[in-house]
Protein backbone atom coordinates (compact mmCIF):
# COMPACT_ATOMS: atom_id res chain seq x y z
CA UNK A 1 0.00 0.00 0.00
CA UNK A 2 1.43 3.16 -1.09
CA UNK A 3 2.15 6.18 1.45
CA UNK A 4 -0.63 8.62 1.70
CA UNK A 5 0.64 12.22 0.35
CA UNK A 6 0.76 14.89 2.83
CA UNK A 7 -0.19 17.38 -0.03
CA UNK A 8 -2.35 17.41 -2.93
CA UNK A 9 -0.86 19.61 -5.70
CA UNK A 10 -4.66 20.49 -7.82
CA UNK A 11 -4.12 21.77 -11.31
CA UNK A 12 -7.09 23.01 -13.27
CA UNK A 13 -6.40 22.91 -17.60
CA UNK A 14 -8.26 23.47 -20.65
CA UNK A 15 -7.36 21.53 -23.52
CA UNK A 16 -3.20 20.87 -24.00
CA UNK A 17 -1.46 23.10 -21.50
CA UNK A 18 1.92 23.50 -22.94
CA UNK A 19 3.50 24.64 -19.88
CA UNK A 20 1.82 21.57 -17.75
CA UNK A 21 4.87 19.07 -18.46
CA UNK A 22 7.23 21.97 -17.44
CA UNK A 23 5.52 22.19 -14.12
CA UNK A 24 5.27 18.26 -13.68
CA UNK A 25 8.97 18.33 -14.58
CA UNK A 26 9.71 21.15 -11.60
CA UNK A 27 7.26 19.32 -9.16
CA UNK A 28 9.32 15.86 -10.13
CA UNK A 29 12.65 17.29 -8.87
CA UNK A 30 10.73 18.36 -5.57
CA UNK A 31 12.99 17.10 -2.51
CA UNK A 32 11.78 15.84 1.18
CA UNK A 33 8.02 15.69 1.46
CA UNK A 34 5.39 13.46 -0.25
CA UNK A 35 2.79 14.86 -2.37
CA UNK A 36 0.45 14.24 -5.55
CA UNK A 37 -0.48 15.96 -8.56
CA UNK A 38 -4.19 15.74 -9.16
CA UNK A 39 -5.25 17.08 -12.41
CA UNK A 40 -8.49 18.49 -12.84
CA UNK A 41 -8.79 19.15 -16.74
CA UNK A 42 -11.72 20.50 -18.63
CA UNK A 43 -11.33 18.25 -21.84
CA UNK A 44 -13.54 15.09 -22.49
CA UNK A 45 -10.81 13.42 -24.42
CA UNK A 46 -8.24 13.39 -21.58
CA UNK A 47 -6.29 10.46 -20.36
CA UNK A 48 -7.86 9.63 -17.14
CA UNK A 49 -4.71 7.28 -16.05
CA UNK A 50 -1.46 9.08 -17.56
CA UNK A 51 -0.10 12.45 -17.18
CA UNK A 52 0.71 14.61 -20.77
CA UNK A 53 1.79 13.12 -23.78
CA UNK A 54 6.16 13.08 -23.70
CA UNK A 55 5.94 13.53 -20.21
CA UNK A 56 8.45 10.55 -17.95
CA UNK A 57 7.59 10.58 -14.44
CA UNK A 58 10.28 9.43 -12.08
CA UNK A 59 8.28 9.23 -8.65
CA UNK A 60 5.33 11.66 -9.42
CA UNK A 61 2.22 10.40 -8.14
CA UNK A 62 -0.32 11.80 -10.97
CA UNK A 63 -3.58 11.70 -11.52
CA UNK A 64 -6.29 13.03 -14.01
CA UNK A 65 -9.84 14.11 -13.92
CA UNK A 66 -12.22 14.64 -16.01
CA UNK A 67 -14.78 17.74 -14.97
CA UNK A 68 -17.02 20.32 -16.23
CA UNK A 69 -15.40 23.91 -16.96
CA UNK A 70 -14.71 26.93 -14.94
CA UNK A 71 -11.86 26.63 -12.39
CA UNK A 72 -13.49 26.71 -9.23
CA UNK A 73 -15.96 23.94 -10.04
CA UNK A 74 -12.60 21.82 -11.27
CA UNK A 75 -10.82 23.08 -7.96
CA UNK A 76 -13.35 21.81 -6.20
CA UNK A 77 -13.94 18.35 -8.30
CA UNK A 78 -10.17 17.72 -7.83
CA UNK A 79 -10.69 18.20 -3.90
CA UNK A 80 -12.91 15.27 -4.30
CA UNK A 81 -10.15 13.24 -5.77
CA UNK A 82 -7.27 14.31 -3.51
CA UNK A 83 -5.58 12.37 -0.44
CA UNK A 84 -4.08 14.76 1.28
CA UNK A 85 -4.12 16.98 4.51
CA UNK A 86 -2.99 20.22 2.20
CA UNK A 87 -3.63 21.65 -1.03
CA UNK A 88 -1.87 23.40 -3.00
CA UNK A 89 -3.57 25.00 -6.24
CA UNK A 90 -1.43 26.09 -8.96
CA UNK A 91 -1.84 27.18 -12.66
CA UNK A 92 -0.55 25.39 -15.16
CA UNK A 93 2.01 27.70 -16.57
CA UNK A 94 3.79 27.38 -13.13
CA UNK A 95 7.35 26.81 -12.85
CA UNK A 96 9.40 26.16 -9.33
CA UNK A 97 12.56 26.95 -9.93
CA UNK A 98 13.69 25.61 -6.05
CA UNK A 99 14.01 21.80 -5.49
CA UNK A 100 12.77 22.18 -1.74
CA UNK A 101 10.37 25.15 -1.96
CA UNK A 102 7.42 22.53 -1.45
CA UNK A 103 9.53 21.39 1.82
CA UNK A 104 10.22 24.89 3.30
CA UNK A 105 6.46 25.78 2.46
CA UNK A 106 5.12 22.92 4.15
CA UNK A 107 7.41 24.22 7.49
CA UNK A 108 6.47 27.74 6.96
CA UNK A 109 2.72 26.23 6.86
CA UNK A 110 3.10 23.91 10.41
CA UNK A 111 4.79 27.00 12.32
CA UNK A 112 2.08 29.41 11.58
CA UNK A 113 -0.47 26.65 12.46
CA UNK A 114 0.67 26.91 15.96
CA UNK A 115 -0.88 30.01 16.25
CA UNK A 116 -4.40 29.04 14.46
CA UNK A 117 -5.29 26.80 12.05
CA UNK A 118 -7.09 29.05 10.29
CA UNK A 119 -3.96 29.99 7.93
CA UNK A 120 -3.58 30.10 4.42
CA UNK A 121 -0.17 30.29 2.33
CA UNK A 122 0.66 32.09 -0.95
CA UNK A 123 4.12 32.54 -2.53
CA UNK A 124 5.94 35.46 -4.35
CA UNK A 125 5.75 36.09 -7.77
CA UNK A 126 7.80 36.64 -10.80
CA UNK A 127 6.64 36.91 -14.14
CA UNK A 128 9.04 35.21 -16.50
CA UNK A 129 10.19 38.46 -18.37
CA UNK A 130 13.22 39.42 -19.51
CA UNK A 131 11.72 42.64 -19.69
CA UNK A 132 12.03 45.10 -17.54
CA UNK A 133 8.66 46.43 -17.34
CA UNK A 134 7.13 49.06 -14.21
CA UNK A 135 4.03 46.86 -14.50
CA UNK A 136 5.65 43.44 -14.01
CA UNK A 137 7.98 44.82 -11.08
CA UNK A 138 5.34 46.14 -9.51
CA UNK A 139 3.06 43.37 -9.33
CA UNK A 140 5.60 40.93 -8.04
CA UNK A 141 6.48 43.37 -5.43
CA UNK A 142 2.96 43.05 -3.74
CA UNK A 143 2.88 39.55 -4.45
CA UNK A 144 4.78 40.08 -0.98
CA UNK A 145 2.47 41.84 0.54
CA UNK A 146 -0.10 39.16 1.94
CA UNK A 147 -3.76 41.40 1.85
CA UNK A 148 -6.05 40.09 -0.08
CA UNK A 149 -6.37 42.64 -2.81
CA UNK A 150 -2.42 40.73 -3.87
CA UNK A 151 -3.13 37.27 -3.35
CA UNK A 152 -4.55 35.24 -6.22
CA UNK A 153 -4.34 32.16 -7.85
CA UNK A 154 -0.90 33.26 -9.95
CA UNK A 155 0.81 32.68 -6.35
CA UNK A 156 0.08 29.45 -5.37
CA UNK A 157 -2.70 29.21 -2.75
CA UNK A 158 -1.88 26.90 -0.12
CA UNK A 159 -4.66 25.80 2.70
CA UNK A 160 -5.55 22.99 4.86
CA UNK A 161 -8.36 20.48 3.90
CA UNK A 162 -9.69 20.82 6.85
CA UNK A 163 -10.04 24.89 6.67
CA UNK A 164 -11.00 24.69 2.88
CA UNK A 165 -14.18 22.90 3.61
CA UNK A 166 -14.77 25.07 6.37
CA UNK A 167 -14.73 28.04 4.38
CA UNK A 168 -17.17 26.02 1.96
CA UNK A 169 -14.40 25.07 -1.04
CA UNK A 170 -14.17 27.66 -4.13
CA UNK A 171 -16.89 29.26 -5.29
CA UNK A 172 -18.60 27.79 -8.93
CA UNK A 173 -21.18 30.78 -9.58
CA UNK A 174 -18.59 32.29 -12.52
CA UNK A 175 -16.05 30.64 -14.47
CA UNK A 176 -13.47 33.05 -12.89
CA UNK A 177 -12.71 34.92 -9.66
CA UNK A 178 -12.44 31.99 -7.18
CA UNK A 179 -8.81 32.74 -6.17
CA UNK A 180 -9.66 36.06 -5.37
CA UNK A 181 -12.88 35.36 -3.16
CA UNK A 182 -10.86 32.35 -1.33
CA UNK A 183 -8.51 35.29 -0.78
CA UNK A 184 -10.72 37.63 0.62
CA UNK A 185 -13.09 34.55 2.94
CA UNK A 186 -9.45 33.72 4.22
CA UNK A 187 -8.62 37.11 5.14
CA UNK A 188 -12.09 37.81 6.57
CA UNK A 189 -11.99 34.47 8.93
CA UNK A 190 -8.63 33.76 9.04
CA UNK A 191 -5.09 35.10 7.80
CA UNK A 192 -2.33 34.83 4.93
CA UNK A 193 0.85 34.01 5.56
CA UNK A 194 3.58 34.48 2.74
CA UNK A 195 5.55 31.74 2.14
CA UNK A 196 9.26 31.02 1.50
CA UNK A 197 10.84 30.88 -1.68
CA UNK A 198 9.13 32.37 -5.15
CA UNK A 199 7.38 30.53 -7.84
CA UNK A 200 7.18 32.09 -12.04
CA UNK A 201 4.42 32.35 -13.73
CA UNK A 202 3.89 32.87 -17.77
CA UNK A 203 3.80 36.82 -18.95
CA UNK A 204 2.92 35.59 -22.05
CA UNK A 205 -1.24 36.67 -21.56
CA UNK A 206 -0.09 40.25 -20.98
CA UNK A 207 2.62 40.20 -24.09
CA UNK A 208 -0.19 38.53 -26.45
CA UNK A 209 -2.51 40.53 -25.21
CA UNK A 210 -1.26 43.69 -24.16
CA UNK A 211 -0.12 44.70 -21.12
CA UNK A 212 -2.08 47.98 -20.69
CA UNK A 213 -5.56 46.00 -21.84
CA UNK A 214 -4.78 43.20 -19.89
CA UNK A 215 -3.91 44.92 -16.39
CA UNK A 216 -6.97 47.81 -17.27
CA UNK A 217 -9.51 44.73 -17.60
CA UNK A 218 -8.26 43.03 -14.42
CA UNK A 219 -8.67 46.33 -12.47
CA UNK A 220 -12.24 46.33 -13.94
CA UNK A 221 -12.93 43.19 -13.18
CA UNK A 222 -11.84 44.01 -9.43
CA UNK A 223 -14.34 47.22 -9.70
CA UNK A 224 -17.07 45.33 -10.74
CA UNK A 225 -16.54 42.72 -8.21
CA UNK A 226 -16.64 45.00 -5.14
CA UNK A 227 -19.63 46.66 -6.62
CA UNK A 228 -21.68 43.54 -7.09
CA UNK A 229 -21.88 44.12 -11.06
CA UNK A 230 -23.01 40.45 -11.61
CA UNK A 231 -24.35 41.23 -14.96
CA UNK A 232 -20.73 42.41 -15.62
CA UNK A 233 -19.61 39.47 -13.94
CA UNK A 234 -21.35 36.90 -15.87
CA UNK A 235 -21.19 38.91 -19.72
CA UNK A 236 -17.54 39.16 -19.38
CA UNK A 237 -16.30 35.98 -20.36
CA UNK A 238 -18.56 35.74 -23.05
CA UNK A 239 -17.42 39.00 -24.32
CA UNK A 240 -13.43 37.43 -24.03
CA UNK A 241 -14.22 34.47 -25.95
CA UNK A 242 -15.60 36.41 -28.41
CA UNK A 243 -12.32 38.38 -28.83
CA UNK A 244 -9.99 36.99 -31.80
CA UNK A 245 -6.91 34.74 -30.37
CA UNK A 246 -4.69 36.30 -32.90
CA UNK A 247 -5.26 40.14 -31.93
CA UNK A 248 -4.35 42.17 -28.87
CA UNK A 249 -7.61 42.66 -26.49
CA UNK A 250 -9.90 45.33 -27.14
CA UNK A 251 -11.36 46.96 -24.48
CA UNK A 252 -14.16 48.72 -26.03
CA UNK A 253 -17.05 46.06 -25.42
CA UNK A 254 -16.31 45.36 -21.37
CA UNK A 255 -16.18 49.24 -20.82
CA UNK A 256 -19.10 49.66 -22.46
CA UNK A 257 -20.60 46.65 -20.50
CA UNK A 258 -19.42 48.28 -17.06
CA UNK A 259 -20.59 51.63 -17.56
CA UNK A 260 -23.87 50.84 -18.47
CA UNK A 261 -24.18 48.22 -15.21
CA UNK A 262 -22.40 50.77 -13.09
CA UNK A 263 -25.62 53.68 -14.65
CA UNK A 264 -28.33 51.22 -14.10
CA UNK A 265 -29.87 50.04 -11.07
CA UNK A 266 -29.02 51.82 -7.75
CA UNK A 267 -26.63 54.27 -9.34
CA UNK A 268 -26.27 56.41 -6.11
CA UNK A 269 -25.05 53.23 -4.73
CA UNK A 270 -22.87 52.46 -7.62
CA UNK A 271 -21.09 55.63 -7.27
CA UNK A 272 -21.32 55.36 -3.01
CA UNK A 273 -19.37 52.08 -3.72
CA UNK A 274 -16.99 53.24 -6.05
CA UNK A 275 -15.79 55.99 -3.88
CA UNK A 276 -15.62 53.28 -1.03
CA UNK A 277 -13.47 51.20 -3.28
CA UNK A 278 -11.19 53.91 -4.69
CA UNK A 279 -10.51 55.19 -1.17
CA UNK A 280 -9.46 52.12 0.59
CA UNK A 281 -6.91 50.97 -2.27
CA UNK A 282 -5.70 54.82 -2.70
CA UNK A 283 -2.10 52.73 -0.84
CA UNK A 284 -1.67 51.39 -4.22
CA UNK A 285 -0.74 55.14 -5.64
CA UNK A 286 2.06 54.94 -2.75
CA UNK A 287 3.00 51.60 -3.72
CA UNK A 288 3.26 52.45 -6.77
CA UNK A 289 5.65 55.66 -6.04
CA UNK A 290 7.84 53.25 -3.75
CA UNK A 291 8.12 50.35 -6.66
CA UNK A 292 9.34 53.02 -9.45
CA UNK A 293 11.71 54.40 -7.23
CA UNK A 294 13.05 50.88 -6.22
CA UNK A 295 13.21 49.71 -9.18
CA UNK A 296 15.39 53.12 -10.35
CA UNK A 297 17.91 52.35 -8.34
CA UNK A 298 18.08 48.74 -9.26
CA UNK A 299 16.59 47.10 -6.08
CA UNK A 300 14.71 43.48 -6.43
CA UNK A 301 11.33 43.49 -6.20
CA UNK A 302 11.27 40.76 -3.60
CA UNK A 303 13.19 43.31 -1.61
CA UNK A 304 11.27 46.10 -1.46
CA UNK A 305 9.73 46.74 2.00
CA UNK A 306 6.76 49.30 0.67
CA UNK A 307 7.11 50.72 4.42
CA UNK A 308 5.27 53.85 3.41
CA UNK A 309 2.32 51.52 1.67
CA UNK A 310 1.62 49.86 5.16
CA UNK A 311 1.50 52.73 7.23
CA UNK A 312 -0.73 54.64 4.31
CA UNK A 313 -2.72 51.71 4.25
CA UNK A 314 -3.80 52.65 8.25
CA UNK A 315 -4.05 55.88 6.77
CA UNK A 316 -6.54 55.03 3.90
CA UNK A 317 -8.79 52.33 6.21
CA UNK A 318 -9.37 55.46 8.68
CA UNK A 319 -10.90 58.09 5.77
CA UNK A 320 -12.49 55.42 4.28
CA UNK A 321 -16.12 56.99 5.14
CA UNK A 322 -14.72 60.49 4.88
CA UNK A 323 -17.05 62.25 2.41
CA UNK A 324 -15.06 64.44 0.90
CA UNK A 325 -11.99 61.88 0.74
CA UNK A 326 -14.25 59.10 -0.87
CA UNK A 327 -15.07 61.63 -3.35
CA UNK A 328 -12.26 62.54 -4.64
CA UNK A 329 -10.76 58.64 -4.84
CA UNK A 330 -13.74 57.77 -6.61
CA UNK A 331 -13.91 60.78 -9.02
CA UNK A 332 -9.69 60.28 -9.55
CA UNK A 333 -11.11 56.62 -10.51
CA UNK A 334 -13.76 57.33 -12.55
CA UNK A 335 -11.69 59.59 -14.53
CA UNK A 336 -9.37 56.99 -15.35
CA UNK A 337 -11.94 54.80 -15.96
CA UNK A 338 -13.16 57.35 -18.78
CA UNK A 339 -9.34 58.24 -20.12
CA UNK A 340 -9.50 54.08 -20.27
CA UNK A 341 -12.48 54.14 -22.12
CA UNK A 342 -11.73 57.14 -24.51
CA UNK A 343 -8.87 55.34 -25.39
CA UNK A 344 -10.95 52.09 -26.61
CA UNK A 345 -11.77 51.22 -30.55
CA UNK A 346 -15.22 52.57 -29.78
CA UNK A 347 -15.09 55.16 -27.19
CA UNK A 348 -18.80 56.41 -27.92
CA UNK A 349 -21.11 53.52 -28.46
CA UNK A 350 -22.07 53.86 -25.37
CA UNK A 351 -23.62 57.21 -25.74
CA UNK A 352 -24.65 56.66 -28.98
CA UNK A 353 -26.61 53.42 -28.08
CA UNK A 354 -28.25 55.61 -25.07
CA UNK A 355 -29.59 58.14 -27.72
Given at each position: ?9 I ?5 V ?7 L ?11 E ?6 T???D??T ?7 K ?7 I ?6 R ?17 HA??RI ?22 V ?7 L ?11 I???S ?5 E ?36 VA ?7 L??EI????R ?8 A ?21 R ?16 A ?8 E ?12 L ?10 T ?10 Q ?19 F ?14 S???A?M ?6 SL ?10
Amino acid sequence: MSEKPLLSIIIPTLGVEENLSLLLKDLDSQEGISFEVVIASATPNSDTATPPIGFKTKNLKTKIVICERGRGRQLNEGVKHAEGNDLLFLHADTRIPSLTLLTRGSEAMALARRASKRVAGHFPLRLGSELAVPSFYYIEAKSRFGLPECVNGDQGQWISREYFDELGGMDESLPFLEDLRLSKHVAAEGRWITLPGEILTSPRRFEKEGRKARLSLNALIRVAEELGLKRFLKRAPELYRDQPSTEKLTLAPFINLFFRELFSGSIRGNISGLGAFAAMNAWQTIAWLECTYARQRGMDSHLVELNYTKRGISLFHNLKDNFIFRTLAGSALLAWMLTIWLGSLQPFSFIRNRL
